[in-house]
């Protein structure tokens, strides 16, 4: 039997780990798996898929890489709990909303088999186009990411 803690025994934290390895593992791009007391100083890109629990001092420690130029990544359900699993008020993704820049109203799961979409419309060098997503579905808004320019 699997349980879950989260919305969905669909999204199993593994898969979801291994999806973006192997995706950058198959263009040749080097990539390490650290755990998030490591610094993040000798990189470019972090990307932390389902970071559910966000550790005292992460996501300040991620603040700091974003405003020395590095990217941050992450996916659904991010930003949930605190590091004894206690559910961070004040709206998702929690202490990561100010470096992402969105809050998330609501987050619901889609039954099996079922997607849905996400729009992108193009601005300048930026992503355009319309995306499958799936397991999960957001309502999310916008407050301005942590961006250097």
Not at 18 to 42: C, M, P, W
Not at 55 to 69: D, L, S
Not at 93 to 118: F, S
Request: proline share 3%; hydrophobic share 40%.
């Amino acid at each position: 039997m699997e349980l879950s803690s989260g919305p969905s025994i669909a999204l199993k934290y593994v898969d979801e780990v291994h999806k973006y390895y192997d995706a950058l593992f198959g263009q040749n791009i080097q990539t390490d798996l650290i755990s998030v007391e490591e610094s993040l100083d000798r990189y470019d890109l972090v990307n932390s898929p389902v970071m559910y629990m966000i550790k005292p001092g992460f996501a300040k420690k991620v603040e700091a890489f974003v405003e020395r130029g590095g990217t941050y990544l992450t996916t659904v359900f991010s930003g949930i709990v605190n590091e004894t699993d206690i559910v961070t008020t004040g709206g998702y993704p929690g202490k990561l909303r100010k470096v992402l820049g969105i809050w998330t109203e609501e987050i619901d799961a889609l039954l099996p088999g079922l997607q849905n979409r996400i729009v992108m419309k193009k601005a300048e060098g930026e992503l355009s186009g319309t995306y499958a997503c799936g397991i999960l579905c957001d309502l999310i808004h916008s407050e301005g990411a942590l961006r250097l320019f």
